[in-house]
């Protein structure tokens, strides 16, 4: 048995949007690289017609490479299972997967099977999000999660005390993975929904918002977060580069949002304000 091997050379902030849509065509299975990713179907069960049109559309990205091979078909769980190793944010809590065996106590614990999901506490943009909210209050508050992939950053929420925590992921497979980890971890205060944030109908305001998605996503619903937090409101950004900081800065005062600090770990920046 083979499977199609599909080798996507992108820049990192446009590897969420692609494999959005290349998932849509047959590919059920997706791994990071360092170029960008690689997606996997069974042998011509894809839509190739659709792949040549994604391919065309995005053709003035840079870079955008597509290769395609043949190999044989693996048990991708336990390859998967074989390079995933539990991550310890500042020594206060780790996020593991259920297999792992870790003898050592952390104050804080989250278990994640993250699937096809983003938000495994490997990516830099989901360790600096938990490393941020380890230092913020969030007990009694209600949270948004926006974009919330497999819920992690829903579930440190709940783990630090907030009261509600409203989540949601465009990805139906997110929105699938996200509520299996919520239920793995316990946390019965965390409601997930699928769609966008203009899909969404909340009523009322928030006291933390949480968004690790990318900066074109960011920009475009940088009004949507300052209408739903309350006055003296967090916002906690990530999933996006240091060079990007100032320029998601701009669009947040837009709407009366100041900078409490922002953090950076290799490449990566998160970012953390208020509403005045």
């Known amino acids: 048995m083979y499977h199609t091997r599909l080798q996507v050379t ?3 902030d446009f ?29 011509d069960h894809f839509d190739n017609v659709g792949l040549t049109e994604i391919k065309k559309k995005y053709s003035h990205v840079d870079p955008f490479v597509f290769s395609m091979d043949r190999i044989q078909k693996q048990n ?43 938000g495994t506490g490997h990516h830099q943009t989901t360790y600096l999000m938990i490393r ?29 005390g907030a009261g509600q925590v409203e989540a949601f992921d465009i990805d ?14 316990k946390c019965a205060n965390i409601t997930l929904r699928q769609g966008t944030i203009a899909d969404m109908k909340f009523e ?21 977060y300052a209408n739903y937090l309350s006055s003296g409101g967090q916002l906690l950004l990530s999933g996006f580069y240091t060079k990007d ?20 770990r290799e490449t990566w920046a998160a970012l953390l304000l208020i509403k005045l």
């Open 76 to 118: 991708w769980n336990e390859e998967w299972e074989k390079n995933l190793e539990p991550i310890i944010v500042d020594d206060t809590c780790l996020i593991r997967a259920d297999f792992h065996r870790i003898e050592k106590k952390y104050p804080y614990e989250i278990i994640i099977t993250p699937k096809m999901s983003f």
């Open 204 to 224: 009322g305001k928030f006291d933390v918002l949480l968004a690790n998605i990318n900066k074109n996503v960011l920009l475009a619903e940088m009004k949507s």
């Open 172 to 185: 139906e497979w997110s929105a699938i993975n996200g509520q299996e980890n919520i239920e793995n971890n």
């Open 10 to 12: 992108c820049d990192p």
């Open 245 to 264: 900081v100032e320029d998601l800065k701009l669009e947040a005062a837009k709407y009366g949002l100041s900078t409490i600090s922002n953090d950076e």
């Open 15 to 43: 590897s969420e949007i692609l494999m959005a849509e290349i998932a849509e065509l047959g590919f059920d299975t997706f791994l990071e690289t360092t170029e960008g990713f690689e997606a996997y179907a069974e042998e």
């Open 132 to 160: 941020n909210q380890l230092k913020m209050n969030h007990k009694g508050k209600r949270v948004m999660d926006a974009g919330c992939g497999t819920a992690i950053l829903s579930i440190m929420a709940s783990k630090l």
